[in-house]
């Protein structure tokens, strides 16, 4: 009973703490150019989400077994 009081008192201490932060003023720190400027154009989802260019080509298969022969030699070697 007496370590559920400790903690409730410790656990409202701790709050009352963290309410006496002190904040920057904001208000006059944006720019006038800033809140003058266009919103940005938003886009469709079909379009958000497409990728502009292919991750994998035709050479992917090469370029991929030689990386996993490099890390097989890297894994080896550490081992020894």
């Known amino acids: ?3 559920l009081t ?3 008192i ?3 201490t701790a709050l009352a703490l963290t309410a ?3 904040f920057p003023e904001v208000v006059g720190e944006v720019d006038d150019n800033l809140t003058r ?3 940005p154009k938003i886009l469709p989802n079909t379009e958000a989400l497409v990728a502009e260019t292919p991750r994998l080509h ?3 298969d090469e370029a991929l077994e030689a990386r996993e022969r490099r890390l097989r030699k890297r ?3 550490l081992q020894k």
Do not use: I, P, W
């Open 1 to 3: 009973m007496v370590s």
């Open 6 to 8: 400790r903690s409730a």
């Open 10 to 12: 410790l656990g409202a």
């Open 20 to 22: 006496c932060g002190q």
């Open 37 to 39: 400027a266009a919103y």
């Open 58 to 60: 035709s050479g992917s």
């Open 75 to 77: 894994a080896e070697a």
